[in-house]
């Protein structure tokens, strides 16, 4: 039924071209735009703060990134998601490497209390620290943890009442009730930078175009898996990383529901 | 006649290696720095307002590109476009999203309050709101207008005494008097990002080694659309835009008076 | 001797995974963290000043680059080098463009009055403006110097009480007494940006997992350079920079301790 649903989001995001506003991080930043053309959206990026609230107005979905954050940035990121959260466009927000510093978990948790998060995105050390859990987020990478990862996708998603989605060897998307977990992947996505930012990217795309955000974020975190899986295959053994990330981003742009519903396995 | 002078300028970009400072976006700044490369300029990217004016002092054009600003970088734009004006250099002007929120078309305008603008590029909803038209800017896309791309490349010429660039299915470029349109292109070159920055960068490689700045306008602007449409049909069915960009990007590298001349439709 | 310590690296950098800061510019952030990835580190970006300190607590290694400074960021890195120094793990500096505007050479020097620098990398006009000397740094590129690139190698290393690393046709490392030079390299390397950029976050990986900080140097020097000429032979004549980018990321993720034996030219 979910795939049936899912299938149907590749037509609208294609048909209805969201807007995705994006306030990110200056690493992955390019990827991102170009991931969300990839799928058939519509990428902007402004972030001063006396006009992302006038960019929300425009936009079909919010990403808030915390990659590369300081003060100025962070105060533009509260001012988009609260016009997103009045307008009641969803808001995507992906914790990259909270849990690594107090900063980066203060702020975290300051912005879930400023704004409502309709989708959280990251690696398990990164959402575990999120709901006050002692992870070992090692700078950007995720850590080891205590808790399994079916549990703590289910438990992110009820405590901060929002849809988990959780990136790793199984995917794993709860929104507290429900958990689906996606099979696909390769090694390789995690060799490169990006692939984590541009599944945010993705999921807002969908997200952009339904109110089911919980298949949303299947869609958008199964895309990236499913491309990364599929991406791997079409390179050779003399070709490495600069290959791979090429032939993801065009994996990602002749993904459509007829190659998704044939290649995704989800649990 | 036009053509032979383009034709020329191809050998003096090559060695003449102009310095193109730009103060540009986060998003396509590496692009913009490998377009610049790519067809035989050197790019620098100096923001500081402590130095900007000194960068411009050593450079033969001034990139300005709206697509992320915010009030400190703003500030250099003015500080580094004064300077070059005060030398006697082109600033060629990229008013990304200008139409899309009051912040960004209020900077535009005040911006050529303050700025001699050599040559402007952009979308035509972009050019449209920069001269007082009420443009459906959707983010950063272009919208649907009111008015003919070709009255609109000469009247915004004519009212801001500059060249205007209009990048679309057929590109218009006009000083306020003649008007020329380029027939190359493909549709992929509006699934990337960057195409449009990159395009800047180009025209500013051309404007920086000749004082015939429309010359230079059509060069950089034909450069971008014939190498896209050569790009378009160097990938295969299973690639996509990665491959694309990487071709486009290639196809930039490639390009001489001979390839331009032999495959350029100018109207 | 040296050749065989470095072929130790390699397998280091694989198993012990270095977790590498950088405080770098906007324009090559993605390429580092992507040539981080590709060697065997695992790179981290973070710039704000509340929580730099905190970042290189957790790192083997901290990247230094000037491209695109300003007020703010200069700030993060005089906080994150002197904890990099109390912390004891190596600093690598990357001077871009000092000697191009007095800005960054003021900057520069003051950096190295607060930071012990445990590796310089740049080319022979930064690396000449930063020990005073009347470069012709034009933009960021190299000039034309008065003094040899051996002895300026020496002197610098000397002088700054660091390991220099001089990228250039041939490429020359020097701790004060020893001088070691590469022959390997491709004139396409400085045909794209960002390769001196990489190369300072490849030294950063080899540099956080050893004390001895010359081998690290070269070792991080001549895998750019050798990938360089690899991706060079794997490039055709109908391609490009847009190609070349591409097979400089797979050869620097394909290089091992054979490879680079069997293919560097030590001098």
Not at 2 to 24: A, G, S
Not at 63 to 84: C, H, K, L, P
Request: hydrophobic share 45%; aromatic share 4%; charged share 20%.
């Amino acid at each position: 039924m979910i795939k049936q649903e899912i299938k149907d989001l590749f037509l609208k995001v294609k048909n209805q071209n969201p807007l995705v506003h994006h306030i990110t991080n200056n690493v992955t930043i390019n990827d991102c735009a170009n991931a969300t053309l990839a799928i058939g959206g519509s990428p902007v990026m402004a972030t001063s703060i006396e006009e992302v609230a006038d960019m929300v107005k425009l936009a079909n979905a919010l990403v808030i990134n915390f990659g590369t954050i300081d003060d100025e940035t962070y105060a533009s990121m509260v001012r988009a998601g609260q016009a997103a959260n009045k307008k009641g466009i969803p808001v995507i927000f992906d914790p990259v490497g909270v849990g690594a510093t107090p900063f980066r978990t203060n702020r975290a948790k300051d912005f879930l209390e400023h704004v409502n998060v309709s989708i959280v995105r990251g690696n398990a050390s990164e959402v575990f620290a999120l709901i006050g859990g002692e992870a070992s987020t090692r700078g950007v990478d995720s850590g080891t943890l205590s808790i399994s990862v079916r549990d703590l996708a289910k438990n992110a998603a009820a405590k901060l009442q929002t849809i988990a989605v959780i990136s790793g060897e199984l995917d794993t998307i709860s929104n507290g009730n429900q958990i689906v977990q996606i099979e696909n992947g390769d090694i390789l996505l995690t060799r490169i930078t990006g692939t984590g930012c541009m599944t945010a990217s993705l999921i807002a795309c969908f997200s952009g175009v339904t109110e089911d955000w919980f298949s949303a974020a299947i869609a958008g975190m199964s895309v990236m898996s499913l491309a990364g899986e599929r991406a791997r295959k079409a390179i050779q053994d003399n070709e490495g990383i600069g290959t791979y990330r090429m032939k993801l981003m065009d994996e990602i742009f002749l993904m459509d529901n007829q190659i998704w519903a044939e290649g995704v396995r989800l649990l």
